[in-house]
């Protein structure tokens, strides 16, 4: 049986199980029924906030109810482990992170242009109440850096030199030299920044993520609209962006367009070419040019690594990753109090129950959800 939420944010297929030997079944006063999760989608995207839905999680005061009475609760659902691992494959799904911008990174300018998604990972339900998510792999669809680097200043020539004897120096006085020519004077790397490299690490880049949440249920109380039950899932600290690893051809090609960069803007600098060959020894060649002048460690990898960590790609994600999780997904998974269980239609109004108290609990094998009817 398909199911769709109100907001069509939330797809899913259920069907009776075939397992139990009494479905439905009354036992304890209470009505049970077991049910599968077939399928489950999660029609989110793109996973950031709209300005509106800012407003409206901002406007929501998210209170603690307690329980006003003791005994058997009037309803009481179970999430399998299975089953939900069906629900965190959809959320994971429905999650996408885009981000751009430009920051500095030691002497560097880095201007960078990211989308990513989740795939894979893990899920573990602990007894202690909470879930943890291991090894979320993150898939960059794009990761464009455009890096701007300042070289040291050089200049080349200058100076005067004496035509005319006795005395071959311009700074001897009277008795000098009678005809000095001042030698033209050409510098280089003079802007800034002096050069810019483009680098797409797309397909370079392997990273993932490990976080702990904790499943609560919370009253939200709301500003012109029904109050509502929220079931939420809270990150807690720390959360984890890993970057494993940055492939080997990446320095390569790094060090390749620092060269081809400054070789190009030498041969358009109109200056002469012994002045463009002084420059070029002076420069000492590519390896010198990155690890002395530039000061960039050999393993170029790793330094791109601490510069996408500095820079603050990998705690956008995980802030993202915060929001979704907290405002985007209870936004899909809430019950409205009063609930309605009938609709109106021309001779009847709408049936609806208030919903007094909802508790969620975790364990190692199942989500329990327990809840009374109001009065």
């Known amino acids: 049986m398909p199911l769709i939420s109100p907001r069509a944010w939330v797809s899913l297929t259920i069907s009776a199980s075939a397992t139990a030997p009494h479905n439905p079944a009354v036992e304890d006063s209470q009505l049970k029924v077991f049910a599968n999760l077939d399928s489950i989608t999660f029609n989110l995207l793109p996973s950031e906030l709209t300005p509106s839905e800012k407003i409206s999680a901002g406007a929501v005061t998210r209170t603690s109810r307690p329980r006003n009475r003791k005994g058997t609760f009037d309803f009481n659902a179970a999430v399998s482990a299975a089953a939900f691992e069906k629900i965190f494959t959809a959320i994971v799904k429905g999650f996408r992170f885009s981000k751009s911008g430009a920051d500095s990174y030691g002497p560097f300018s880095v201007n960078y242009d990211v989308v990513a998604h989740f795939e894979g990972g893990s899920l573990e339900m602990r007894e202690d109440g909470t879930i943890v998510i291991k090894e979320l792999d993150v898939k960059w669809d794009k990761f464009k850096l455009s890096i701007g680097i300042n070289i040291p200043k050089l200049c080349v020539g200058g100076g005067e030199v004496c035509l005319m004897p006795p005395y ?46 904790r499943v609560e249920a919370f009253y939200g109380v709301y500003s012109g609209t029904p109050n509502r039950w929220q079931i939420v899932a809270i990150p807690t600290l720390p959360s ?21 960069s400054i070789d190009n803007l030498l041969s358009s600098s109109k200056a002469p070419d012994w002045a463009i060959n002084l420059i070029q020894e002076i420069l000492g060649g590519i390896d010198n040019i990155i690890r002395n002048i530039l000061n960039i460690p050999e393993d170029i990898g790793k330094w791109f690594i601490d510069m996408i960590h500095k820079i603050g790609i990998t705690k956008s994600l995980l802030n993202d990753l915060h929001d979704y999780l907290t405002f985007k997904i209870p936004t899909a998974l809430e019950i409205e109090d009063p609930f309605q269980v009938l609709r109106p239609d021309d001779l009847t109004i709408p049936v609806k129950i208030p919903i007094e108290f909802i508790e969620v609990s975790v364990n190692s094998h199942e989500i329990v959800i327990k809840g009374d009817v109001g009065d």
């Open 240 to 260: 984890d962006l890993h970057v494993t690893g940055i492939a080997d051809t990446v320095g390569d090609l790094f060090k390749n367009r620092v060269e081809g």
């Open 168 to 213: 071959p120096s311009c700074n001897v006085p009277v008795v000098g030299c009678r005809d000095c020519v001042a030698l033209p004077s050409y510098c280089f790397f003079s802007d800034s920044p002096d050069i810019t490299v483009p680098i797409d690490l797309s397909e370079s880049i392997t990273s993932e993520v490990t976080f702990k949440a």
